[in-house]
């Protein structure tokens, strides 16, 4: 009986002190980068999974999780239950002070301002007009605003409607006459109602969409998993620039996106060839990027203050990219 | 502010304990609403503390939260989100108790009913509304409708069952006391077993107006930013958190004192035997 | 009406009585399987208060409520006043164990209940109800609500509101059952009271051989699984004595006597 006991009490121990062990971050070291995307993996995003195949090929661990939507990456990342997520967390940078860093541009807004041809022809006829965009303070409204400021025009109400693939449908239904698409809404309708509808022209707008960031302890504590990682992204964006059907044949390849529908596998060739013709940031941004940022993102309210007055290493960590550039030159 | 006053009670304490102690004792006697005050201020302080750690760096403290939710209240806003937000949320909860407790006491009455509807809004009840609302888009649109309809589809169901089980549980024995004294079916129905039911089918609309707050939440947050749901969404993605925090917090608080109102409401207008002489 | 009806009633009169207001003929309560009464015999006198009295399951209650019409028999037939029941009538007023007092309402409200019923103006019924409300010493207390009356006020509440709609028969299962027995005692006492100046009949269920005993002209004694009349028993007490000395008579004692020797074999 006692010896029952005693044994009772050593499993005991061993089970408690296992679990302090397993609790302990021993294995640090092996663990992978996790990476966290604030949406499912669509189309737009094959190059960059096709990137992450890659940076594993070089020994690189991955492991991404898909979240519902931008904000919540960041905060995983803030949290650390992500190592890297992807966005361009500006606010909570700001507004908290929140101790994460952007060290990589992924893609610029690339969005489009159309009207029925009905009704509008140009950004004058939109004075005192109804407008649909994203969402409040999102980048669709911002680049709404900047050229109805620019053209001296007054909106008189913009309503909100979340997904570029809802607006592209409400306008073809016709309940709504202006908004903003993306470049497969573009299609769309180009494709549905060829000339019904007319894409108003855009001055040089550049910003980021999508970028990536981390914490900034994650920075320093793996620097070359972080450079592994930027060097992928880079090379196959210059692949994909100077041909943009090479995703394709390295979808199949890595076996990406198995569940994608036909529609949307004979996306991928136009919408990587108008990408690599409006550019990809095959440099990573840098402090350019930065700039134009700040003047952009004061203007949609996600950031506040002069945009001369941000500092960009506030925002930006740019060290793991000068280190990349440095090895395999800038384009 | 009522944490205000308790403070100053505090500090009194170091010059004549027993009676500054004996003093609130009395008040706390003389007024219990003063324990609801107490508690809330140790939320609230709680709150302030967890703040200040902080706990989160996207948690405010309780004072950057109040003073958010005021600067909402003047410029304006405020009174806007909930002009947009209370027209789908008035309108379902109009809908469903006027047709729930309809469907609900006629399904209580008719065993036909009863077959043909309970199961329906049994499998509506345990269903993730939340999972459904983007669905309702599809069909309605992502307008007032649609957002109407979320409210009704988290709302009616627990009025129905309720006032279903309210009907069929009405006491046996008032209900042969009607017979005995050849009360007719309708008189039956309108003056023993709806007055018994509905204390229970009241528990339902409460139930049911708490529910609708959900609906238009998720409706507000899932179909399109509006309103308060557009306070939160925008806010959080500017990361301005007290503001956002402000709004949850205002419309938990215009919940609870809608939930407390209609039981005001029930105990003097519909319940008066239950009136506090 | 009832003269009319109650001439051509008397064909197969078995159980005799002079003036029976209630007849029950032949009447067995099978439910399910369980065979709850069996050809029940039975006539109750005009004017006449019998007690329906035996243990637990003897099925007295589904008797009366059979009587009143509330539930159906399977086989056999109750008339009253010669018309053949086939559900609840205004002839009959049931008195029930638990009350059945609305929560909802006042005391003025469930008095007049029977009334409001039948379509009675509010003047006419508020002046029926505050009589029988005086009746059963309730005067003062219309204008509460039943939660805020003892067990023996509210049941007071419910012969009120028996009386109030002028049936000929009252029907009472077990009307103080729920009532102490201090508050018993004087019930049953006002209840003779009432008795005596309202000239009605009443049926009465119990379990008490002494409550039996000390209000009833006859007492039904019925025998369990399944219910059968066992014996019927007319108690010979002078009513004019005071409660006291009533039940301190040798008449009374051996009466309770005589029934408890009747059913002692039902004990457990």
Request: charged residues 20%.
């Amino acid at each position: 009986m006692y010896r029952f006991a005693a044994r009772l009490r050593a499993a005991a121990a061993a089970l408690t002190f296992g679990g302090l062990l397993a609790g302990t971050p021993v294995e640090a070291l092996a663990d992978p980068i996790r990476i966290a995307f604030g949406d499912i993996a669509t189309v737009e995003s094959l190059h960059l999974l096709i990137a992450f195949e890659r940076a594993k090929e070089k020994g690189l661990e991955l492991e991404v999780t898909y979240l519902k939507s931008e904000d919540i990456a960041a905060q995983a990342v803030v949290g650390g239950q992500a190592d890297i997520g992807i966005g361009a967390p500006y606010a909570l940078i700001q507004k908290v002070n929140a101790p994460i860093r952007m060290f990589l541009q992924l893609s610029q807004l690339r969005f489009y301002p159309v009207v029925n041809s009905e009704f509008y022809k140009d950004w004058k006829d939109l004075d005192g007009q109804e407008i649909a965009v994203h969402s409040r303070g999102s980048g669709t409204e911002a680049i709404m605003q900047l050229m109805a400021d620019k053209h001296g025009i007054t909106y008189s109400n913009i309503s909100y409607v979340p997904g570029a693939e809802v607006r592209t449908g409400a306008l073809l239904q016709g309940n709504i006459k202006a908004t903003i698409v993306d470049s497969s809404g573009k299609r769309i309708l180009e494709d549905k109602a060829p000339g019904k509808f007319v894409f108003l022209p855009l001055d040089d707008v550049s910003a980021t969409d999508e970028a990536l960031f981390a914490n900034t302890a994650f920075l320093q504590k793996d620097p070359q998993g972080v450079e592994t990682l930027i060097e992928a992204i880079l090379t196959t964006w210059r692949e994909v620039e100077a041909d943009p059907k090479s995703v394709l044949v390295l979808r199949e390849k890595y076996k990406l996106l198995p569940d994608a529908t036909p529609e949307m596998v004979a996306d991928i060739e136009p919408y990587f060839t108008e990408a690599a013709k409006l550019g990809l940031p095959v440099n990573g941004g840098g402090e350019e990027a930065a700039r134009d940022d700040f003047e952009f993102y004061t203007v949609s309210g996600a950031l506040t203050g002069k945009a001369d007055e941000l500092k960009v290493g506030d925002f930006w960590e740019f060290g793991p990219l000068d280190t990349v550039l440095a090895k395999i030159g800038t384009k | 502010m009522s944490s205000s006053v308790n403070l100053g009670d505090v500090t009194g304490v170091h010059k004549n304990p027993i009676n500054v102690v004996q003093l609130l004792g009395r008040a706390f006697d003389a007024r219990p609403a003063l324990w609801s005050v107490a508690s809330l201020a140790l939320l609230f302080s709680a709150w302030e503390i967890a703040g200040l750690i902080p706990i989160s760096i996207a948690f405010p403290t309780f004072s950057a939260t109040v003073a958010a939710f005021v600067e909402m209240v003047l410029d304006g806003t405020m009174a806007h989100a909930y002009f947009l937000t209370l027209q789908p949320l008035i309108l379902g909860i109009a809908i469903s108790a006027v047709f729930g407790i309809v469907i609900g006491v006629v399904m209580g009455l008719s065993q036909k009913a009863e077959w043909l509807m309970a199961p329906v809004f049994i499998v509506l009840q345990a269903a993730p509304m939340a999972a459904l609302v983007p669905l309702v888009t599809f069909v309605y649109g992502i307008g007032l409708t649609a957002k109407t309809l979320a409210v009704i589809m988290l709302a009616l169901p627990v009025i129905v069952l309720n006032s279903y089980k309210a009907v069929r549980h009405a006491n046996p024995s008032l209900i042969a006391m009607c017979c005995s004294f050849q009360g007719t079916r309708l008189q039956q129905i309108v003056k023993i077993i709806i007055p018994d039911a509905s204390p229970v089918m009241f528990a339902g609309l409460r139930l049911g107006i708490a529910a609708g707050f959900i609906g238009v939440m998720l409706a507000e947050l899932l179909i399109t930013p509006t309103g308060v749901g557009d306070l939160i969404t925008y806010h959080r993605s500017v990361a301005n958190y007290a503001h956002m925090y402000a709004a949850v917090a205002s419309i938990i608080v215009v919940s609870t004192v809608t939930l407390a109102g209609l039981q005001r409401f029930e105990l003097r207008f519909l319940r008066p035997e239950k009136r506090k002489r | 009406m009832p003269q009319a009806v109650r001439s051509h009633v008397h064909i197969d009169a078995a159980a005799t009585s002079d003036d029976p207001v209630v007849e029950v003929r032949g009447v067995s309560k099978t439910y399910a399987d369980v065979e709850a009464l069996r050809n029940i015999d039975l006539d109750f006198a005009r004017g006449k208060l019998t007690t329906l009295l035996g243990p637990s399951g003897c099925g007295k209650t589904t008797l009366l409520k059979i009587i009143a019409g509330l539930i159906p028999a399977s086989s056999g037939e109750v008339r009253v006043n010669g018309r053949v029941v086939t559900g609840p009538g205004p002839e009959r007023a049931f008195v029930f164990q638990d009350f059945a007092l609305m929560p909802w309402a006042t005391v003025m409200r469930n008095v007049a209940f029977g009334l409001e019923l039948r379509g009675v103006s509010p003047a006419e019924r508020r002046r029926v109800a505050m009589q029988y409300i005086e009746k059963v010493g309730l005067a003062g207390f219309e204008d509460k609500y039943p939660h805020e009356l003892s067990g023996g006020m509210r049941q007071r509440v419910g012969i009120a509101r028996a009386f109030a709609v002028n049936a000929d028969v009252l029907l009472l299962d077990e009307p103080f059952s729920a009532v102490d027995e201090q508050n018993r005692r004087k019930f049953q006492e006002d209840l003779l009271r009432l008795i005596e100046i309202e000239k009605k009949t009443f049926i009465f269920v119990t379990h008490s051989i002494e409550e039996a005993v000390y209000v009833s002209d006859r007492i039904v004694l019925l025998s369990p699984r399944p219910g059968r009349v066992s014996q019927v028993i007319d108690p010979d007490i002078d009513r004019s004595a005071s409660p006291d000395d009533i039940r301190r008579a040798p008449a009374y004692l051996d009466t309770v006597e005589e029934i408890w020797d009747g059913l002692r074999q039902y004990a457990d």
